[in-house]
């Protein structure tokens, strides 16, 4: 195969190319949007309180206009019920107290009978079948809770820096720490932005390369395995897989190689696709350790498949018409071309079939931030589809006599 | 002489069809040992059970005291296998092939390249090693197959019909290799459906026929089978009918057997010469032409035609 300069152009270039024409068209080179949209968005704010409604209106502040489309609610139980119908993407449920949590009551900060409050989670209550999105909307939060966290440690390391050099007489203290906690939830840099980094602001970026490259090499992953699939039917029809069989090498041995050899040209070939992304346009690609177990993981899923293509396949003719099918009704399937949460729930449900659509779950994750933890649904997904997928083929390839005595 | 191969009721069936039925022989150490028979014969299911390929239904073999079904990994130490069919990477130089397939035996370093030099030699590809199979001549191609199952010295070589479609002088070279092989001490298992090749070649042969091994033994034994007979084949007109010549003839004193073929009419016969004048005379009573006539002394094809009615290439 890797004396195929067609097919390895093919396997290598193309995904590349497409990613570059995906990117032109959604606008990734112009400055354009991320190709999410009006992601619903539902915020249960029980706070009322400065804090509370500062991150209620970061949602339908200007910045997030086109990105954000919330709504509110009172109910929280309401809202998780229409985020199970998927209604929404994911509902923001700011507890009551938030805002006392970070900032005491007037004329309580220096008293001696103040207990600190408890502190309380914000709650983002995410719709699993809409990971991209419910991922946005907790990068969101996960920013303001950040900014917040930040202002309010700095904030007190210069008063209690100012106090101590004699700067700041102790009567002061407590106006100024107000006037500071008052201007924790009022920052004038927009707490999210999209696309571009702010100066001296660690912005949360949504890059849509982060989406399309993995959608590419994923959907480029499984003509690989098909193709290398096709290598066992091409070697039984030349003659060398009765050869190799007569060898004084195992059956197990033969197979074992053949499946390691096509996993490791997935690998090369989803691998070289990451770095050339990274380096000549500058994708994020996030957690390492995560990256490199997901990207082993949904190589090991799609090459099931590519084993599973090849045992149900007569000749090598076949696995490569049947592969190439495969190759395109996965890409659409699984997100490849178009986001999974702009389709029907039944074809995101249908979906899961695909390497492609665990996979991009997981890539979504780790451009948002997520790390090897959060990755363990889509891994631990990927590992079962492919050693199931596996199993069938080897059951296949013994029932057809391809590799069977 | 110690038999290397012992073959005991070999049976391979596929579902209804049986497609070698009890078949038993062996081979001693340093024989070449033909397997004779037609197309379709259960030659090359025999070989593939042999060489660990295919599972048999039922019966066994010992390779060099290993069973193919207890032990199929150190009969496949054992012997080396020629394919009928060219099993080679195309893409892969003759060079880097045996490599390829060395490596497969176990070989390596220092070696695997000594041992692929020698049979490049032996082959007679030295010059065009570094070229692609692929722009190799049928019988380069051949010999390129051989030397694959040379490269781990096997005392066991399994050759089935490997003159199958190529020219006159690489089918002369084949054979030669193969003597040089036996001279060599090498124990070779042969398969043809060619009598003259199993002729030439071999110690012993087995007739192999319907998936049942219908004759066993040297050429002599194997033609005295026959008896002091010589065969009259005539040769006849397409447009006539050699089953009423044939039919006519068995009323002749002295005509043993006659079978048709086509259109010959092949006569067993204690004197060929006696009995020409009558068969010429039969046919002629029955208006049929005679194009040609040879006398053929027993053979491998006589002993074939006499066990089964049928010529070998049937």
Request: proline share 4%; aromatic share 6%.
């Amino acid at each position: 195969m890797f004396r195929d300069r067609a097919a390895l152009t093919f396997m290598l270039l193309a995904p590349f190319l497409l990613t570059i024409g995906m990117g032109f068209v959604t606008g990734r080179f112009s400055g354009g949007s991320s190709g999410l949209s009006d992601i619903p968005v539902i915020i249960v704010n029980l706070d009322h309180e400065q804090l509370g409604d500062a991150l209620a209106d970061t949602f339908s502040s200007q910045e997030l206009a086109d990105l954000m489309e919330p709504s509110a609610s009172s109910d929280p139980a309401a809202a998780r019920r229409l985020i199970d119908e998927d209604q929404a993407a994911a509902v923001v449920i700011i507890p009551e107290g938030f805002t006392r949590s970070i900032i005491p009551a007037e004329g309580t900060l220096f008293d001696p009978n103040y207990v600190e409050p408890e502190p309380v989670k914000i709650e983002v209550y995410a719709n699993p079948s809409r990971p991209t999105s419910a991922g946005v909307v907790k990068a969101i939060v996960d920013e303001f809770v950040s900014r917040l966290e930040e202002g309010r440690t700095s904030g007190m390391t210069s008063i209690t820096q100012l106090t101590l050099s004699g700067l700041l007489d102790p009567q002061q203290v407590e106006s100024e720490a107000r006037q500071l906690f008052d201007n924790v939830g009022q920052s004038e840099s927009p707490a999210i932005t999209l696309k571009k980094n702010q100066e001296g602001a660690a912005a949360v970026e949504f890059d849509i390369l982060a989406y399309m490259a993995p959608g590419m090499a994923l959907m480029f992953l499984m003509y690989t395995v098909s193709y290398g699939g096709r290598s066992i039917l091409a070697e039984r029809s030349q003659g060398t897989l009765p050869r190799l069989l007569i060898s004084p090498t195992s059956t197990s041995q033969v197979l074992g190689g053949k499946v390691l050899g096509i996993f490791f040209m997935g690998l090369a070939q989803v691998g070289i696709l990451i770095l050339a992304s990274s380096i000549f346009f500058g994708v994020q690609w996030g957690d390492a350790i995560g990256l490199v177990v997901l990207i082993l993981a949904a190589v090991f899923g799609a090459t099931g498949w590519g084993m599973l293509i090849t045992a149900l396949s007569r000749t090598p003719g076949q696995v490569a018409n049947v592969g190439s099918a495969i190759m395109l009704i996965f890409g659409i399937l699984g997100g490849s071309f178009i986001n999974l949460e702009q389709m029907p729930a039944a074809i995101r449900i249908f979906s899961k079939i695909t390497p492609n659509a665990w996979g991009l779950d997981g890539f979504t994750t780790l451009a948002l931030g997520g790390t090897l933890p959060s990755l363990m649904e889509p891994i631990a997904a990927l590992l079962i589809m492919g050693a199931l997928l596996f199993g069938i083929a080897v059951f296949v390839f013994n029932r057809n006599g391809i590799m069977q005595k | 002489m110690s038999a290397i191969l012992d073959v005991q009721n070999l049976v391979k069936k596929y579902g209804d069809f049986t497609a070698v039925n009890g078949i038993t022989f062996d081979i001693k150490e340093g024989e070449v040992f033909s397997l004779l028979g037609p197309n379709g014969a259960g030659k090359t299911t025999t070989l593939s059970m042999l060489s660990t390929l295919y599972i048999p239904t039922s019966g066994d073999a010992t390779i060099g005291g290993h069973s193919i079904t207890k032990n199929p990994m150190a009969v496949k130490q054992v012997i080396g296998v020629v394919p009928q069919e060219l099993a080679l990477y195309e893409d892969l130089t003759a060079r880097e092939n045996l490599i390829f397939w060395g490596q497969m035996y176990g070989l390596s370093g220092k070696p695997l390249s000594s041992r692929v030099d020698e049979v490049l030699e032996q082959i007679g590809l030295t010059d065009k090693a570094k070229n692609r199979v692929r722009t190799y001549s049928g019988g380069m191609k051949r010999r390129v197959n051989i030397g694959v199952g040379l490269l781990h010295k096997p005392r066991l070589l399994f050759m089935d019909e490997p003159t199958v479609g190529i020219d006159p002088q690489s089918r002369r070279a084949i054979l030669d290799t193969v003597k040089d092989l036996n001279q060599q001490g090498m124990t070779v298992l042969y398969t043809t459906h060619y009598m003259e090749e199993a002729q030439e070649l071999s110690d012993r042969v087995g007739i192999i026929d319907h998936g049942e091994l219908i004759a066993l033994g040297t050429q002599k034994e194997l033609t005295q089978q026959v008896g002091h007979t010589e065969t009259l084949i005539l040769h006849i007109a397409e447009s006539d009918d050699p089953e009423a010549l044939a039919n006519s003839l068995k009323d002749l004193h002295d005509v043993l057997e006659a079978n048709v073929t086509d259109h010959e009419v092949s006569i067993i016969t204690p004197d060929a010469e006696d009995i020409l004048a009558s068969v010429v005379s039969k046919a002629n009573e029955r208006g049929i032409k005679i194009r040609s006539i040879d006398i053929r002394e027993p053979n491998l094809e006589a002993v074939f035609l006499h066990l089964t009615g049928r010529a070998l290439r049937d």
